[in-house]
């Protein structure tokens, strides 16, 4: 007989202007609980790009997915008065510049929680570089992306048509977010989504 636990999502709602939290609580199998099978997910199809989402919208926790333990790790808390500006997660089976797979900031209507796939349409990349606490300097781009499924931004094709309020706003974040961490992140221009999927096909035949 299976054993089961129960997992708790959060999941967020708008009402009369506030922003409510709530937990939606279901039964997992104890002895399957976490098989993300990230090996047997495609970066890249038929013009989508699969990212799995680890940090969302609005959290003022950073989460960080371990692949040796297969679970998202609380990997740091913000300062009070800051949270993340859209949903942050990666593309698996990527490899950047940095070691890392490769970042995405994917612009969703509501937040998605960790662990969620997310299918995206690219609409460009912040090229950066950072430099580390120990001295070391390196690439560190972020992809930015928008899901298949999105309404709101459908008819979005690149970022610069969402005006450059928003990649002031995005640059600022990643900046002030190194900052807190002793890092230096310096943004070196915008591209466009074919620069960003040029990326994406890079870092897959690492």
Request: hydrophobic content about 40%; some cysteine; overall charge neutral.
């Amino acid at each position: 007989m299976l054993s089961f636990s129960k997992v708790h999502i959060p999941i967020y709602s708008n009402h009369a202007g506030f922003r409510h939290a709530f937990r939606y609580t279901f039964p997992v199998s104890i002895s399957n609980r976490i098989h993300m099978q990230l090996s047997k997910i495609l970066p890249h199809k038929d013009d989508f790009v699969n990212v799995i989402i680890e940090t969302p919208r609005g959290s003022t926790y950073k989460y960080t997915y371990d692949p040796d333990l297969d679970i998202f790790e609380l990997n740091k808390t913000m300062p009070i008065g800051s949270s993340f500006p859209f949903d942050f997660g990666f593309i698996p089976n990527t490899l950047a510049e940095d070691g890392d797979p490769l970042d995405v900031l994917v612009l969703m209507n509501e937040p998605a929680y960790p662990g969620a796939l997310v299918r995206c349409r690219l609409l460009g990349v912040l090229e950066a570089t950072q430099k580390e606490r120990n001295g070391t300097e390196g690439r560190n781009d972020r992809i930015i992306a928008v899901p298949k499924t999105s309404v709101m931004y459908a008819d979005v094709k690149q970022l610069s048509e969402l005006g450059k309020s928003i990649e002031d706003q995005i640059a600022a974040f990643f900046i002030h977010y190194n900052e807190q961490a002793g890092k230096t992140f310096t943004p070196l221009r915008w591209s466009d989504a074919a620069t960003a999927l040029e990326l994406v096909k890079k870092s897959m035949d690492k």
